[in-house]
């Protein structure tokens, strides 16, 4: 095994140039050379490449990587052949190939010459490219940005999906996943839709040390964004809008106010785009107001401040683009603007979608709120999203936020938490937040009245207090761990070990909450609730039927009656 060790340390070195492995790089490669399946949850810029690139390199035979992006696997092909030592040994097989260009990739594999080869999902599929492959020695399989086989991720692409039969097709060989999105969802459906459940899993930390969290509510945001850029004068930053409308037009905002800008969306002429981009990136312009589209696989150091002037819709993108701050390591500001209205907007947008990918897009806006909203360390909310235990007083960065260095006031509400507590454990831990709040609130809903819940001690309990009191006691307990939401039926909550020493009495606890912050949900909502209802009164009544069935189909899997 040492001998082993020390040749690897050498073959980096021979490679790449570099002295030390980082993070668990080599014992992933290790594993990886002894055949077995691996699983890598790995921040963005953690170096996962080096894991399938390495081990390709010093293998017999030819790697196959599949990667999403045309442009992302361009680069990559680039940096490996210009390796000091190798040249020529990673090719890409795409829809951009001609014919005489694809006879030339598989001629050099044939020959043993290529080491790496970069796929697209959609080309991997391709029957005599199957064939092909079956004949020709493949040393292992590597699935970068291995969540866009997830429907939970924040890049689904269904092409991914059936990965796992042509892989069997193909060859009997070691297949090594990696990812930069850890929710334990995605994690889950990623191991199961490869048949990697068995798999070895490396996680790295995704903390962020260096980040400094900050939500504001969104009043007088344009004053407030332009306050915050003049204080920096001449620092690095991105400004995310969520439509390419409001891209131009803040762009044009920052400019009149004197501060170098410039838009980048997907509907820009490309030339423009890419020369944006560069400006940005060659620092001739500071500031860069940009829509998603912007980033990926944009490795720009010092980024000093990243923006949202609309909450992204998930998590998982509000970390992806708030990490694009500070990979130096230095300063990072991460500052959003959050209006319960943006994000009822974006519910409602939902309300058109299918009914599955308007369940997972409402889930995941429920995390937004819930994070947005928190009175907790920010970095513990985010971490816990990731299936992280994060210690908000001596934890790395624990001062980082809003929330560790101007603390909210806190009310105490440990006997709300225990009657929820006992509310779930007495109807049989079967109903998500929203059905849980209809009983405690005594509101009847579709739910309340097919489990006949109307009928128990439990229904309207809650009523003298808002709704959103107690959305805020669901929300906490789940992330302060008295309350575990089912990975497999998303949403459920459950009582955790921690919640049932709580119910048994076994366990001397507090539990507090922030005090009615400046985010005043409940007129708001209300108005809303009855556009909507409005606006879809046919559509409800069908949704209403699928989400019967599908609740069917829940309980009959967990033998609920
Ligand atoms: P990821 O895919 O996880 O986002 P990359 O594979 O693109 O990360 O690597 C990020 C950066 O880290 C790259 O510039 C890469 O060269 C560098 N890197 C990777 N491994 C090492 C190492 N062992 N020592 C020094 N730098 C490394
Ligand atoms: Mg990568």
Known sequence: MSAKKANLSGELKKYFGFSTFKGQQEEIIENLLNGKDIFVLMPTGGGKSLCYQLPALI???????????IALMKNQVDAVNGL?????????????????????????????????????????????????????????????????????GHDFRPEYRNLKSIIDKIADVPVIALTATATPKVQDDIQKT???????????????ANLYYEV??????????????????????????????????????????????LPYHAGLDQKVRVANQDKFLMEDADVIVATIAFGM????????????????????SYYQETG???????????????????????????????????EIGLQLLNEVVGYAETSMSRRQYILYYFGEIFDPITGEGAKMCDNASNPPKLK??????????????????????????????GKESAVTKSYKLEQTSFFGFGKEDKDNYWKTILRQATVQNFLQKDIETYGVLKISEKGQLVLKGELEHSFLIAEDR??????????????????NGSLDQKLFEQLKDLRKKVAKKYGIP
């Open 216 to 261: 504001r509510p969104k009043v007088n945001v344009d004053r407030e964004i332009v306050k915050f850029i003049n204080e920096r004068k001449g620092k690095s930053g991105i400004v995310y809008c969520l439509s390419r409308r409001k891209v131009e037009e803040f762009a044009q905002l920052l400019q009149v106010n004197g501060i170098n800008a």
């Open 297 to 316: 696989g944009i490795d720009k150091p010092d980024v000093r401040f990243v923006i949202h002037y609309d909450f992204p819709k998930s998590l998982e």
């Open 59 to 69: 293998s017999e035979g030819t790697a196959i990587v599949v990667s999403p992006l």
């Open 84 to 152: 000091s030592s190798e040249s020529g040994v990673a090719h890409v097989l795409n829809s951009s190939l001609n014919k005489t260009q694809t006879k030339q990739v598989f001629d050099d594999i044939t020959s043993g010459r290529t080491k790496l080869l970069y796929v697209a999902p959609e080309s991997l599929i391709k029957e005599d490219y199957v064939d092909f492959f079956k004949d020709v020695k493949i040393s292992f399989v590597a699935i970068d940005e291995a969540h866009c086989i997830s429907e939970w």
């Open 412 to 441: 105490d509400a440990t006997e709300d938490l225990k009657k929820v507590l006992e509310l779930i454990s007495v109807t049989g831990e079967k109903f998500k937040s929203k059905d849980l709040i209809s009983v405690i609130v």
């Open 194 to 208: 490869l048949g990697m459940t068995n798999a070895l899993v490396f996680k790295e930390s995704f903390n962020r």
């Open 324 to 358: 694009r701050a500070g990979r130096d390591g230095g300063e990072g500001y991460c500052l959003s603007f959050y209006d319960p209205k943006d994000i009822e907007k974006l519910e409602k947008f939902l309300a058109q979608k299918p009914v599955s990918e308007r």
């Open 518 to 535: 400046e985010f005043d949900l409940s007129q708001t909502k209300a108005e809303s609730d009855q556009v909507q209802m409005q606006a």
